[in-house]
């Protein structure tokens, strides 16, 4: 028995690892594209020589990798406070500790220019997707992201 367990095991989970579609799951936050509204699940596709945004296999954006103009990532950081008062209520001790703890997230955007089409976006990313969807990004643009957090803007 332990032998056709071990067995099925070894055909099920290679084939449940490479079985995906090769697409990032993002949020859409905002941007040129059209008909789509901030906090939309997509899919971000980055493929050989184009990044295709995607939503129940319907192509919202095709975006050549040569008309990207910019790459850039930023981290929106705030803290827990609303779920310290829910946990608060029950347990003091709970409530203050999660006070402390942060959220974070991240976000990846995209402007292009392709002849007369020009457009950006912003979408937020997982946090074990985000240096994947930048490291695709920046090999087939060959433009290097731009962190906003390290940009330093005077008034």
């Not at 032998?3 to 905002?30: E, N, S, W």
């Not at 995209?110 to 912003?122: E, I, N, P, S, V």
Request: aromatic residues 6%; proline residues 1%; charged residues 20%.
């Amino acid at each position: 028995m332990r032998h056709v367990l071990a067995l099925v095991m070894c055909l099920v989970v290679p084939i449940a690892v490479f079985g995906g579609d090769g697409g990032y799951k993002v949020t859409y936050d905002g941007g040129s594209i059209a008909d789509v509204k901030s906090g939309s699940s997509m899919k971000v596709y980055i493929e050989g020589s184009q990044i295709r945004f995607a939503k129940d296999k319907n192509n919202l954006a095709v975006i050549p990798a040569t008309a990207v103009t910019e790459i850039s990532y930023g981290q929106d950081v705030h803290r827990r406070v609303g779920t310290a008062v829910a946990v608060g209520v029950f347990t003091l001790g709970l409530g203050a500790l999660t006070a402390l703890s942060k959220s974070k997230k991240h976000f990846v955007g995209l402007t292009w220019a392709d002849g007369d089409k020009k457009g950006g976006l912003a979408m937020q990313c997982d946090k074990n997707d985000y240096r994947g969807i930048l490291a695709g990004l920046e090999g087939v643009t060959g433009k290097k992201a731009v962190d906003s957090e390290a940009m330093t803007v005077k008034n």
